[in-house]
DNA sequence: GCGATCACTTGCATTTTACAAGTAATTTAG
DNA sequence: CTAAATTACTTGTAAAATGCAAGTGATCGC
């Protein structure tokens, strides 16, 4: 479990603007992958944010959990069964980024080279409001069924080669997922 | 006008995720306030930039010019007729920011105590397309009226006293912004 | 010319981040 | 039971980014 919140975590804020607010709560590179990690990808665990892919510091990783829960987008909560274990979950207010998060995703990419398969990035602008439905239903029933793969294979975009066939990265999408 | 951009500003990918790679050009405290100021304040130059009201360091605001320009979020031109001046302006796929923006906004107004009027928020809310194809018109036709104005008053919002009766900042909306 | 304006740059102290290593509290294996 | 493994971190230190104050150089208005 997470050691308080020090007092410095705790800033001045800049001014009133709902999004300079935001930005000094997630503004960062790496708060929002974690909140990724949570919404879609099923990932509960420290262990499991560490081996996200984008190689995230051991000690950045602890301080932005501390950090997210301080901001009340995160919950943690040690595991029944295993005091080892420290399960993360979003709170209500961290899985209302899901709008932020789906739109820096069909920005990123429409306008740059990535791994994720053109047509799923289709499927997913087209319906939008169903799959952030989706995305909240999993978070209220707690199921941890990842609703997108890590996305790691060759990146592909508006520039480069037309998008590939098949996803990659192993995981399977569940029926409900993005492509019902 | 800004210089040309220095190669370690072109860092290696962390990974394809679309959403990583978004925070990869755009993942800091600064970076989008000045999209913001461009979008729907209608600033242009660099002391604008820096009169914005969260405080940027001068060469911070300078060295997240030269990132976004390079990224290709804006463009920098030397006005014509005064050859002091250099104006910046988004680009495409710097106006293709605004749902990310638009979302921000609406999740730290509906979280957080900000300046933002909570019927403005809530119009803004319910009025989704139309209030973002505005800002998408003001970008095509470069009218450089703000859409919103610098929320600088006192903090409100959930936890908060109940919204405001006025706008604070001194600026007005125009006929056609988001009270239309 | 001359002061004012504008868009920066520079130097330096402070803060944050990255990387490697270590630690404490469990749980599991034997 | 003890020993090894697992999990979630912390600590130390170097590198990088940030914040702050001051300075620079190219216009522009007069």
């Known amino acids: 479990m997470v050691s308080p919140v020090p007092d410095r975590l705790k800033r001045k804020r800049r001014s009133g603007c ?4 935001s930005l000094e709560l997630f503004g960062d590179r790496w708060s929002l992958l974690i909140v990724r990690d949570l919404m879609v990808r099923g990932y509960r665990t420290y262990k499991e944010f560490q081996k996200s892919g984008e190689g995230i510091a051991t000690n950045i990783l602890a301080n932005r959990l501390r950090r997210l ?3 009340g987008i995160i919950l943690a909560e040690t595991e029944a069964g295993d005091a080892r274990r420290v399960n993360y979950r979003l709170t209500e207010k961290g899985i209302d980024l899901a709008p932020v998060l789906f739109e820096m995703l069909l920005w990123g990419a429409r306008y740059e080279k990535t791994s994720a398969p053109c047509e799923l990035v289709e499927h997913m602008a087209r319906n939008r409001s169903e799959v952030l439905a989706e995305v909240c239903r999993r978070w209220r029933e707690r199921d941890p069924t990842p609703l997108l793969p890590p996305f790691r294979g060759p990146a592909s975009g508006p520039a480069g080669p037309s998008g590939q066939k098949e996803l990659r990265g192993g995981k399977r ?3 409900r997922g993005v492509t019902s």
Chains 1, 2 share one sequence.
Not at 18 to 21: A, E, L, N, R
Request: net charge positive.
């Open 18 to 21: 709902p999004v300079s607010i």
């Open 69 to 71: 829960a301080a901001a």
């Open 173 to 175: 999408q569940s029926r």
